[in-house]
């Protein structure tokens, strides 16, 4: 504020958090605390994935190699909650031709997997299971990375499936949801632009732009 102030003394406050937003998202300046930042980009985010998620993923990749797969598990958003769950599911993502087939090679397994449960499925059986595997549709176009061979999520990913999956992330909704992206902003460099374009893969792209504004990260007083 001061920087500004000092080229122009009549400049808003409003003006000021608008330039200083557009800094940070074009990655000239990092906001390392309320109030304070510095130059360069921020941190990349690397979630964690286990010997279990990473031995599956390649014997997947082996049987299906044409498929485009992404894995990884819920308990990665723990990192952002106030409120830590205690229970988690293991995501594997596939393109749509893919799902049954590898849905029962998981099944064959004797793995707890289930095929794109309904919200009542989850609910009733799904939340009951130990450590349940889930396939689901791997959206085209989904932000994924790359991590020692392994596909999975990238934090844009994780914070517009909580937004668009409420029954899924339940445990992520309400003021929850609002912490997760708070903190997730103020660790991580985020692509915004790479969160609506997801959004918008999954229609909910203009529903994304209002929640972002409603807590003050487009335009957060600084």
């Known amino acids: 504020m001061d920087f500004f102030c000092s080229k122009d003394q009549e400049v808003k406050a409003t003006t000021v958090n608008w330039r200083i937003y557009k800094l940070v998202q074009e990655g000239i300046i990092t906001r390392v605390s309320r109030g304070e930042f510095k130059l360069g980009f921020g941190k990349s985010y690397s979630p964690g994935l286990s010997n279990q998620q990473i031995s599956l993923y390649r014997k997947l990749k082996t049987e299906f190699p044409f498929l485009s797969i992404c894995i990884w598990n819920t308990s990665v958003i723990n990192?952002?909650?106030?409120?830590?769950?205690?229970?988690?599911?293991?995501?594997v993502e596939v393109e749509k031709e893919g799902m049954e087939s590898l849905f029962y090679f998981l099944k064959d397994k004797n793995i707890p997997v289930y095929l794109d449960p309904t919200p009542e499925l989850i609910r009733r059986y799904v939340n009951d299971v130990k450590d349940p595997w889930i396939v689901k549709l791997l959206v085209t176009?989904?932000?994924?990375?790359?991590?020692?061979?392994i596909t999975?999520?990238?934090?844009?990913?994780i914070l517009v499936d909580i937004f668009c999956e409420a029954f899924l992330f339940?445990?992520?909704?309400?003021?929850?949801?609002?912490?997760?992206?708070?903190?997730?902003?103020?660790?991580y460099a985020i692509s915004e632009s790479k969160m609506l374009r997801y959004a918008s893969r999954r229609r909910k792209k203009q529903e994304l732009e209002i929640y972002l504004k409603e807590i003050s990260i487009y335009r957060q007083q600084f």
């Open 79 to 91: 990192e952002f909650m106030l409120h830590q769950p205690g229970r988690f599911y293991n995501l």
């Open 170 to 187: 339940d445990a992520q909704q309400g003021s929850e949801m609002d912490q997760i992206f708070k903190e997730a902003f103020e660790k």
């Open 141 to 149: 176009e989904s932000p994924t990375q790359e991590i020692n061979g």
């Open 152 to 157: 999975t999520v990238t934090l844009e990913k």
